[in-house]
């Protein structure tokens, strides 16, 4: 801890000390405006975490957060599978899904907002909806079970050996640390675990409700890691903008007890209500003052699926966006934006019974708003990631770092551009400065794939085999834009995004406009020169696999590559109706020395002659595949097809 806090904290010792002058005495001090933090962490006593949680709940109370800083934020599968998993970053590690599949049985998260009439659940929350395949692949339901609280609509899954993970919450929590989760009150997320040994007798093992909001979670083994953010909120704050106000706003939070402040976990098996942590086991910027602080906590759970009672929670005092994970670390990010932005990333060492503090990142510039975590790899100890910076007149920076850890710090050992090879990432203007931003990054190995856009596509290869020299290698220009990158094997990489066209606005200026979803598949066994197998346009389309890549199904055959995405758009009718229209797409990549991409047909939702339910978007479709099947999930329903003639459809489910 910093000398700084060490002063500060015998002046507040003293000031403890004299109970009976301490109204008198107390004074607002001149805090420092709220910011994420940009130092590492340190370990903190429980009047230290006390003093900058208390801060931080003060200038909130104030409106003390950076207004300026508000306003900038809101302008793999393996070859001898049978049916396809959830798509996720690292094979190793489980991501969350609404749709689960164990080669018989499906499990579906529903939302009684997205009944039929005809099929309405006996439930008002959300349900589990467990249906089994027949020998011909026809599906029928055999157990429903409610899951999560009333006012939880959304509902993802895990699925690991006897045991299905639910976890349900309000909202996905904002990407932006000045979020609407500091204003929306204490709100919580519920873990269902459920036995699902026997599936058509699936029943609940534990619920655990959790004060605040979920960020993220990930499943390693059988270890359930949660990160969330909790916001405490004090009562009878004054509303008032003079002195006093503000000395009694101070006072009350001042005098509030820490317990009080704290997230809770409700155990439903034990009937328990404790602290989801303890006051004395939290980490705070080390650089942290006594006139600093944060108005949040946030806190990475662990919980052994077998055991759902060993369990561990890290406290963090500081804004944490999102994250990225490995089989052995969690890498914790957040962004300040001010005069020059920057972004702190801090790394944690996971085991099964524990999970440690291990270093700190700063690093110039930002992530992007969707897919921040694909900017991040781990290999051999070493995280690789892209950082961009807004320079003046939408011109950009894009740099690659190569670091690793050294102590506390995580060191850049190599970047790209660098001295020796300078060619920017994105393409320049005549002021000889990148106009492109970056719309996809994925890593495959010891390499980087690069999407950048403004008016046309192109896709750059980094060789990364020198952790000291990285180095651009190859590049391809197409129209459109990748927004989403999924390498199938080392030779073939998929891209799904936009097809773009330029068109003049009234005013006669060029403008880029997106024309439809765009599915291409690019040729990358040679890095020097990547090229374009071929490209299917869907006119009109956007697809949920742009900004969420569990949307995208794929199955790995033995001479071909099976991938189902949905799209929506919207068609007028005969009498010129707008008509929304849901579609999951089907493409057969082939193998072999002469890779092709095919359209396979697409098998389309009907609900005729049941009338269909209200505002079921396509943003939670998903697929299953298995080696004869296509399962399209939209809303609570099943449509079933062969896979070679998706269009021959069966449903609702």
Same mark, same amino acid.
């Given at each position: 801890?910093?000398?700084?806090?060490?002063?500060?904290?015998?002046?507040?010792?003293?000031?403890?000390?004299?109970?009976?002058?301490?109204?008198?005495?107390?004074?607002?001090?001149?805090?420092?405006?709220?910011?994420?933090?940009?130092?590492?962490?340190?370990?903190?006593?429980?009047?230290?975490?006390?003093?900058?949680?208390?801060?931080?709940?003060?200038?909130?109370?104030? @409106?003390?957060?950076?207004?300026?800083?508000?306003?900038?934020?809101?302008?793999?599968?393996?070859?001898?599978?049978?049916?396809?998993?959830?798509?996720?970053?690292?094979? *190793?590690?489980?991501? %969350?899904?609404?749709?689960?599949?164990?080669?018989?049985?499906?499990?579906?998260?529903?939302? #009684?907002?997205?009944?039929?009439?005809?099929?309405?659940?006996?439930?008002?929350?959300?349900?589990?909806?467990? =249906?089994?395949?027949?020998?011909?692949?026809?599906?029928?339901?055999?157990?429903? /079970?409610?899951?999560?609280?009333?006012?939880?609509?959304?509902?993802?899954?895990?699925?690991?050996?006897?045991?299905?993970?639910?976890?349900?919450?309000?909202?996905?929590?904002?990407?932006?640390?000045? %979020?609407? %989760?500091?204003?929306?009150?204490?709100?919580?997320?519920?873990?269902?675990?459920?036995?699902?040994?026997?599936?058509?007798?699936?029943?609940?093992?534990?619920?655990?409700?959790?004060?605040?909001?979920?960020?993220?979670?990930?499943?390693?083994?059988?270890?359930?890691? =949660?990160?969330?953010?909790?916001?405490?909120?004090?009562?009878?704050?004054?509303?008032?903008?003079?002195?006093?106000?503000? =000395?009694?706003?101070?006072?009350?939070?001042?005098?509030?007890?820490?317990?009080?402040?704290?997230?809770?976990?409700?155990?439903?098996?034990?009937?328990?209500?404790?602290? /989801?942590?303890?006051?004395?086991?939290?980490?705070?910027?080390?650089?942290?003052?006594?006139?600093?602080?944060?108005?949040?906590?946030? *806190?990475?759970?662990?919980?052994?699926?077998?055991?759902?009672?060993?369990?561990?929670?890290?406290?963090?005092?500081?804004?944490?966006?999102?994250?990225?994970?490995?089989?052995?670390?969690?890498?914790?990010?957040?962004?300040?934006?001010?005069?020059?932005?920057?972004? %702190?990333?801090?790394?944690?060492?996971?085991?099964?019974?524990?999970?440690?503090?291990?270093?700190?990142?700063?690093?110039?510039?930002?992530?992007?708003?969707?897919?921040?975590?694909?900017?991040?790899?781990?290999?051999?100890?070493?995280?690789?990631?892209?950082?961009?910076?807004? /320079?003046?007149?939408?011109?950009?920076?894009?740099?690659?770092?190569?670091?690793?850890?050294?102590?506390?710090?995580?060191?850049?050992?190599?970047?790209?551009?660098?001295?020796?090879?300078?060619?920017?990432?994105?393409?320049?203007?005549?002021?000889?400065?990148?106009?492109?931003?970056?719309?996809?990054?994925?890593?495959?190995?010891?390499?980087?794939?690069? &999407? !950048?856009?403004?008016?046309?596509?192109?896709?750059?290869?980094?060789?990364?085999?020198?952790?000291?020299? #990285?180095?651009?290698? @190859?590049? =391809?220009?197409?129209?459109?834009?990748?927004?989403?990158?999924?390498?199938?094997?080392?030779?073939?990489?998929?891209?799904?995004?936009?097809? *773009?066209?330029?068109?003049?606005?009234?005013?006669?200026?060029?403008?880029?406009?997106?024309?439809?979803?765009?599915?291409?598949?690019?040729?990358?066994? +040679?890095?020097?020169?990547?090229?374009?197998?071929?490209?299917?346009?869907?006119?009109?389309?956007?697809?949920?696999?742009?900004?969420?890549? $569990?949307?995208?199904?794929?199955?790995?055959?033995?001479?071909?590559?099976?991938?189902?995405?949905?799209?929506?758009?919207?068609?007028? +009718?005969?009498?010129?109706?707008?008509?929304?229209?849901?579609?999951?797409?089907?493409?057969?990549?082939?193998?072999?020395?002469?890779?092709?991409?095919?359209?396979? @047909?697409?098998?389309?939702? $009907?609900?005729?002659?049941? #009338?269909?339910?209200?505002?079921?978007?396509?943003?939670?479709?998903?697929?299953?595949?298995?080696? !004869?099947?296509?399962?399209?999930?939209?809303?609570?329903? &099943?449509?079933?097809? #062969?896979?070679?003639?998706?269009?021959?459809?069966?449903?609702?489910?």
């Amino acid at each position: 801890m910093s000398y700084r806090f060490l002063l500060g904290l015998m002046s507040v010792a003293l000031l403890a000390a004299c109970n009976s002058d301490r109204e008198q005495s107390l004074q607002v001090p001149p805090l420092n405006t709220m910011q994420p933090a940009l130092s590492p962490l340190s370990a903190a006593n429980t009047t230290q975490f006390s003093i900058y949680l208390k801060n931080g709940i003060y200038q909130r109370a104030q @409106g003390g957060w950076n207004e300026a800083a508000m306003q900038t934020l809101l302008n793999g599968i393996s070859p001898d599978m049978q049916y396809s998993r959830t798509t996720s970053q690292e094979q *190793t590690v489980a991501e %969350a899904n609404r749709v689960q599949y164990d080669g018989q049985y499906l499990y579906v998260a529903a939302s #009684p907002w997205h009944d039929l009439e005809a099929h309405q659940s006996s439930t008002q929350t959300n349900y589990l909806r467990v =249906l089994t395949a027949d020998a011909d692949g026809l599906l029928t339901e055999v157990k429903q /079970l409610p899951l999560g609280d009333a006012e939880q609509p959304l509902t993802s899954l895990y699925h690991h050996q006897q045991t299905l993970v639910a976890i349900s919450q309000s909202q996905q929590f904002s990407i932006l640390p000045f %979020a609407f %989760a500091r204003f929306a009150g204490s709100d919580h997320f519920t873990v269902d675990l459920l036995d699902v040994s026997v599936p058509a007798q699936t029943s609940k093992i534990n619920t655990l409700h959790i004060d605040g909001n979920l960020i993220d979670s990930r499943v390693i083994g059988d270890q359930l890691y =949660l990160v969330s953010h909790y916001y405490p909120q004090v009562q009878n704050l004054n509303n008032g903008d003079d002195d006093a106000a503000r =000395l009694a706003n101070y006072t009350t939070i001042v005098n509030t007890k820490l317990t009080e402040l704290l997230p809770k976990i409700n155990d439903t098996r034990h009937a328990t209500s404790q602290p /989801l942590i303890q006051g004395d086991s939290c980490l705070v910027p080390k650089d942290a003052t006594t006139l600093d602080g944060y108005d949040g906590i946030t *806190t990475i759970t662990r919980i052994a699926l077998s055991d759902s009672d060993n369990r561990t929670t890290l406290c963090i005092n500081s804004a944490l966006d999102g994250i990225y994970v490995n089989e052995s670390h969690l890498y914790a990010f957040s962004t300040r934006y001010d005069s020059q932005v920057k972004t %702190a990333v801090h790394k944690f060492a996971l085991t099964d019974e524990d999970i440690n503090y291990a270093a700190t990142g700063v690093f110039n510039g930002r992530l992007q708003s969707y897919y921040p975590n694909l900017r991040f790899s781990a290999k051999g100890g070493q995280l690789r990631i892209v950082m961009s910076e807004d /320079l003046s007149a939408g011109h950009y920076r894009h740099t690659l770092y190569v670091t690793e850890q050294q102590g506390n710090n995580l060191a850049v050992i190599g970047q790209y551009p660098n001295t020796a090879q300078d060619t920017p990432i994105g393409k320049t203007d005549d002021s000889g400065q990148v106009s492109e931003d970056i719309y996809a990054v994925r890593y495959v190995d010891e390499r980087a794939y690069i &999407v !950048t856009f403004e008016r046309v596509d192109p896709l750059y290869v980094l060789d990364l085999s020198s952790s000291t020299a #990285p180095n651009l290698v @190859g590049s =391809l220009e197409v129209s459109g834009y990748s927004a989403y990158l999924q390498p199938l094997d080392n030779h073939l990489l998929l891209g799904i995004g936009q097809q *773009t066209d330029i068109q003049q606005d009234p005013q006669g200026n060029p403008r880029i406009v997106s024309t439809g979803t765009k599915v291409s598949l690019f040729n990358v066994a +040679d890095l020097n020169n990547p090229q374009l197998i071929a490209a299917e346009v869907i006119a009109g389309a956007y697809s949920p696999v742009e900004f969420d890549y $569990h949307a995208l199904s794929w199955l790995a055959m033995p001479d071909q590559y099976r991938l189902a995405l949905p799209v929506e758009r919207w068609l007028t +009718d005969s009498n010129e109706i707008w008509q929304r229209q849901n579609q999951m797409l089907a493409f057969n990549v082939s193998k072999g020395t002469s890779p092709q991409l095919t359209y396979n @047909g697409s098998s389309e939702v $009907h609900y005729a002659p049941l #009338p269909a339910p209200d505002f079921v978007d396509a943003s939670r479709d998903r697929a299953v595949l298995n080696s !004869t099947m296509l399962y399209y999930v939209h809303g609570n329903y &099943v449509w079933q097809s #062969p896979w070679q003639t998706p269009a021959m459809n069966s449903g609702p489910r």
